[in-house]
């Protein structure tokens, strides 16, 4: 069986799928990853799918089912570098992603996922960087 | 014809196959690393090779063209994650792998790049900052 390894970067955790996703693979994938993120403590993970021909409905539930997966262990999910072609078909298929954030790239997703995990952490701590808007309205 | 796709993370590209090398592929990725590098200006690629079985002589060779390409194009190269019997094969092979430096995984892989480089940059550049940037690539 091929199994799409789990790379961790700083503290994000990065999958690149390559191959065709079946069942036991994509088991395999929501296991690993979640093993992944309890033994690191990563908050992010980014999915690329750049090298997918097709997101087809198995493969927009997989997606949904890692990312609210990671989302009960604390982590955010980010699926990047889907191609234009493959963009439609989700769409087509009447699929939502529900759960799932998308971005062009992975240093875009990268940057969405500090941006977040910052504003996550301004609410519930006082230590604000430089960076910190002292102006952001926190959601009530 | 399968693509290994070749993802831009801050000023590193980093490329993880996945996929069996055959000799179209591995043309492609060569062909598609050196074009991204030169797109990016990037000086260091990382290519993760824990999801081969094994790394045989056509893999090694194919590595170490990259790595040689790279070197032209002015960027570094390190391969990581090979697993542990993964390593045994092109040594009982006698293959050397030259000029493929190795580190154990993507995080490890990230910071011999700039270990190294801040040591190329610190020679001819007077210009140290506390924190690299790693987003920001310098056009000459």
Redesign the interface.
Known sequence: M????V????DIL?V?I??DMEDQTALQLQEDLAEKIVATGCHGVII?I??LDIVDSFVGRTLATIAAVSRVLDAETVVV?MRPAVAITPVELGLSLPGIRTAL???LG?EMLAFSRDGAWAEDAEDDENEADPAAVPTP
Do not use: H, M, T
């Open positions: 091929e199994r799409v390894p790379l961790k970067i700083g990065l690149s390559q191959i690329d750049s090298a570098g790239n992975v240093d990268i």
